[in-house]
């Protein structure tokens, strides 16, 4: 990143562990997270941050695809959704991006369905099967039209993407 000050969504921002880092680093914050919970610690690490409580199962909230971001980010929060739903909020959002924006999502996540079936058996008895954990192939499979997506594996169950919309 720069060091000019940018507009950064965060989608499920939790306690705001990795915001708040971008927060102190002077960036503008906006995020989105339905515990009221979340939403209470995260303030006092970001007082000046617009923070919305929004379910995600109802889709983004208007005054949130009327602005424009150069980053959007989430770590750990999409994988509540399923593929189809994960992919249906992505497009949503993507269009708020600006021309040289990106989308970084952190989450558990693989590089192949057999990756993700392997860990599975493998943690069979600690796996969350209530999660929807990403699987890159499928994931890029699902995703319509023109878009940039690259994955890099960062552990045996963890990954980042890095989404960019091609104009
Ligand atoms: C595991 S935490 C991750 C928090 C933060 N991104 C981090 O990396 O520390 C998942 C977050 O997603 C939020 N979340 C889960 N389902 C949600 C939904 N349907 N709408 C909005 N937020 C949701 C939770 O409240 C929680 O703060």
Redesign the pocket.
């Given at each position: 990143m720069t060091k000019e000050s940018l507009n950064i969504l965060?989608i499920?921002?939790?306690?705001g562990?990795?915001t708040g880092k971008l927060y102190d680093a002077g960036h503008h914050i906006t995020g989105?997270?339905?515990?009221d919970k979340?939403i209470q610690i995260a303030e006092e690490k970001m007082p000046n941050a617009r923070l919305i409580q929004?379910?995600?199962?109802n889709g983004f909230p208007d005054q949130i695809l009327a602005a424009k971001y150069d980053y959007i980010v989430?770590?750990?929060?999409l994988h509540?959704f399923t593929d189809a739903y994960k992919v249906q909020l992505l497009e949503q959002v993507l269009p708020t991006l600006k021309k040289e924006g990106k989308l970084l999502i952190g989450d558990v996540s693989f590089q192949t369905e057999e990756d993700h079936n392997r860990c599975r058996d493998r943690y069979k008895d600690v796996w969350d099967y209530d999660e929807y954990y990403f699987v890159f192939e499928e994931i890029k499979k699902r995703l319509a039209g023109n878009k940039q997506i690259e994955y890099t594996q960062l552990s045996h169950c963890g990954g980042v993407f890095a989404l960019t919309p091609q104009t």
């Open positions: 965060d499920g921002f939790g306690t562990v990795l989105l997270d339905f515990s979340m929004w379910d995600l199962t989430s770590t750990y929060a509540h």
